[in-house]
């Protein structure tokens, strides 16, 4: 993955890249993504198994699109007693809205800066 703006311009990435770095995200993150927006909702145990990983290692991935907005959690009532999560991935719409805002929000900062660089850069 490019470490600079100028090799994310030069260089030939994809979207997942670009979700990656302006959500934060890992490439287990984005497989997490993809299985439930393509599998639909699921319990982390059973998200673990397809992804051939760890309950645990499914878990914090989907703590991470939790964390972002990409995924939410629901609470499933067992009818015998007790209840367990279940994960739901948004709709990949949302995520290009969520990384458009990020990169919005990115864009106005740094051009705010940019407009003082010439005072601030020799101080």
């Known amino acids: 993955?490019?470490?600079s703006i100028p090799e994310m311009i030069r260089g030939d990435f994809k979207c997942?890249?670009?979700a990656k770095c302006i959500l934060g995200l890992k490439d287990i993150d984005i497989e997490t993504y993809k299985t439930l927006a393509m599998k639909g909702p699921m319990t982390a145990e059973h998200?673990?198994?397809i992804?051939?990983?760890e309950?645990?290692?499914a878990y914090r991935s989907?703590?991470?699109l939790i964390g972002c907005g990409l995924v939410r959690r629901e609470t499933r009532t067992i009818i015998s007693g007790g209840y367990y999560y279940e994960y739901i991935a948004l709709d990949p719409c949302r995520m290009k809205e969520i990384?458009?805002?990020n990169i919005d929000m990115w864009y106005n900062k740094m051009k705010k800066l940019v407009a003082d660089i010439d005072?601030?850069?020799m101080k």
């Open 51 to 53: 992804l051939k990983r």
């Open 1 to 3: 993955m490019p470490r």
């Open 62 to 64: 989907l703590q991470n």
């Open 47 to 49: 998200l673990g198994e």
């Open 55 to 57: 309950r645990s290692t």
């Open 16 to 18: 997942e890249d670009i």
């Open 119 to 121: 005072k601030d850069i």
């Open 99 to 101: 990384v458009q805002g």
